[in-house]
């Protein structure tokens, strides 16, 4: 079983920056494959970034060249570093993992990100 907490959300102006954190425990961190998700009110939940566990990243196409997701193995946590945000980023974000081995999901609580003037 894992365990995951996430943090970083909040109010940002358009054109600021927010780091989210996601800080797993109950196993270990290197064998899980790391996700964002973000679910905005009336929409589908939609997948921002993943990192593997060999380290190589994908994005979205609407947050690409703006959001950097990365892993910290030593910490057992993933970051998702989002600049110049816009107001169709806010959202609800969730960090997702899943074992590469038993392809098990995890989710997060989920942290608020609202970009707003």
């Known amino acids: 079983q894992v365990q995951l907490v996430e943090s970083g959300g909040g109010l940002v102006q358009p054109g600021g920056s927010l780091r989210l954190s996601c800080a797993a425990s109950?196993?270990?961190?290197?064998?899980?494959?790391s996700r964002w998700y973000r679910q905005a009110p009336g929409k589908q939940r939609e997948l921002v970034a993943s990192i593997s566990i060999s380290g190589s990243t994908n994005y979205a196409d609407s947050v690409q060249g703006r959001f950097t997701i990365s892993r910290d193995n030593t910490k057992n946590t993933v970051y998702l570093q989002m600049n110049s945000l816009k107001s169709e980023d806010t959202a609800v974000y969730y960090c997702n993992v899943q074992n590469s081995i038993t392809m098990a999901n995890y989710w997060g609580q989920g942290t608020q990100v609202t970009v707003s003037s």
């Open positions: 109950g196993s270990i961190f290197s064998i899980y494959h």
